[in-house]
């Protein structure tokens, strides 16, 4: 165990001092990547969801497609688990690699897989790695990000997962043309690519530095000295003289970890308001995700009897919406605030979600106006599923960041996540319109109440260091 005594380092205000540079950028890259990858995973599983219902593919039913949706979600929810608390105690850089690691080698076991239980066992491990990403990359994103940017810069890497989403709607269409190869082997070279991709950003990331706010609480001082002083470095030479760090050090009890009763106390006692917003966000989103675009290929075949080949290009103008709704939107959440934004970035898809699905239970829409109407509806919910990252990113204390970011990704997902594609996955079996409607209009009213909680509950951490936002256990005033 660390020696217990009180350091006093000015660190988090020396990196929210620094202006934005190219170094950050290469951070972003190396780091944000893992959304990309996962938004590859989900969208090529539900592109090809045609394929591997028939003979070229693996003979999959339409529950059992849902069901490799779900244990996608499960693994995640135990890798964030497993991986949020080892990110808290090990530090972000070690669990960042094994995570990607294992993500890269069961994504490229999935495209070798022979019937529906090694699909599903595949899909599990994949999960497992990219649900310990996101504890372990939007802990060290936001403790390496000036403050002042930090969520134009954290809606933009989240929305990373649409470019993936894209990446794997425009592969599937190539490769399930047929052209550059048999389709029955067109779909493994598609789950292919994840794992090319992930061996790519895994030799990225090491040169990605540890989280100099982790290394102080361990008592590292000299260490987290280093990382910022090359940082300055680096940034000076590009953009002159920095600013002076402003505020007041901080005063650190060092320890080598955090025990389990003051990770509960912060959580449920002295925080349990942010709880709750947590949950509800996390809730809200995860269940409208999963519900609405996961299940929307299932949704369009069934009812619009639209080929499986053809199922990629409808999920590519919902990646493209996703994707540039954080781009326009994220530079708001920093200026007019994060909790006017997220107010409206989960109301008005609540709101235009119902608007959507009577007509739709109705039988008033085609396959255009439905693809439109949810276009614009995620241009709007993509940077309140972000957002909700964001928010549990910050306003829970340093030790207890990566745990607290799994812990209510992990209560959303079980919620939202894992049982809406089992709930749509039987209403769209049922063959009415109106079962799926009344899914939707759940969806609607679960984002609502993400709204009015955030409208009462919300924290402003707008430009606000991390510190400031939520006071580290280890502090000493």
């Known amino acids: ?59 999959l039913t339409d529950s059992q497609v849902a069901a490799g949706a779900t244990t996608y979600l499960a693994g995640a929810v135990l890798g964030a688990l497993t991986f949020g608390y080892l990110t808290d105690r090990l530090g972000r850089r070690r669990l960042f690699l094994i995570t990607l690691a294992v993500y890269s080698m069961a994504t490229l076991a999935t495209a070798f897989s022979w019937n529906f239980f090694s699909f599903a066992a595949f899909r599990f491990v994949t999960g497992f790695g990219i649900g310990g990403e996101y504890a372990a990359i939007n802990s060290a994103v936001d403790e390496l990000i000036p403050g002042k940017v930090r969520g134009t810069v954290d809606l933009i890497v989240n929305a990373t997962f649409w470019v993936g989403a894209a990446i794997g709607s425009l592969a599937s269409m190539v490769l399930l043309k047929g052209n550059l190869m048999p389709t029955n082997i067109g779909w493994r070279v598609a789950f292919s690519i994840g794992a090319a991709l992930g061996g ?39 953009k002159g003289d920095l600013p002076k760090p402003e505020g007041k050090s901080l005063k650190l009890q060092v320890r080598d970890h955090t025990p389990w009763r003051e990770i ?41 009897h639209v080929n499986a080949v053809n199922l990629p290009i409808h999920l590519l103008y919902f990646a493209l919406g996703n994707f540039f709704g954080p781009l326009l939107l994220g530079k708001f959440f920093d200026s007019v605030g ?83 594609p089992i709930l749509f996955g039987v209403l769209i079996q049922s063959g009415s319109r109106w079962n799926v409607a009344w899914g939707y209009i759940l969806g609607a009213v679960l984002m609502l109440t993400a709204s009015l909680i955030e409208w009462i509950f919300g924290v402003e951490a707008a430009g606000k260091s991390l510190e400031s936002i939520a006071e580290p256990i280890q502090s000493h005033s």
């Open 338 to 420: 994060r909790k006017p934004m997220i107010t409206a970035t989960f109301g008005v898809p609540g709101i235009l979600l119902i608007a959507t699905a009577v007509p739709f239970a109705m039988g008033m829409m085609n396959t255009r106006t439905l693809d439109i109407s949810f276009t614009v509806i995620f241009f709007i919910a993509s940077s309140a599923a972000s957002a909700a990252y964001l928010t549990v990113s910050e306003i829970f204390p340093l030790e207890i960041r990566a745990l607290a970011i799994a812990v209510f990704y992990a209560i959303g997902t079980l919620i939202g996540g894992v049982g809406a």
């Open 200 to 238: 790519g950003v895994l030799f990225l990331r090491f040169s990605v530095p540890e989280s100099p706010r982790w290394l102080m609480l361990r008592g590292r001082e000299e260490d987290a000295d280093k990382v910022v002083s090359d940082v300055e470095k680096k940034v000076a030479e590009k």
């Open 1 to 59: 165990m660390a020696e217990e005594r009180t350091i006093e380092t000015n660190v988090p205000a020396r990196l929210d001092r620094l202006p934005w540079s190219s170094w950050h950028m290469k951070i972003i890259v190396a780091l944000g990547t893992s959304w990309l990858l996962d938004g590859l995973q989900v969208t090529l599983a539900g592109s090809l969801a045609g394929i591997l219902e028939n003979k070229q593919g693996l003979g």
């Open 264 to 304: 509960f106390h912060s959580m449920w006692v002295d925080n349990r308001k942010r709880s709750l917003l947590g949950m509800a966000l996390m809730i809200g989103q995860a269940f409208f995700y999963n519900a609405v675009f996961f299940t929307y290929g299932l949704v369009i075949a069934k009812f619009y």
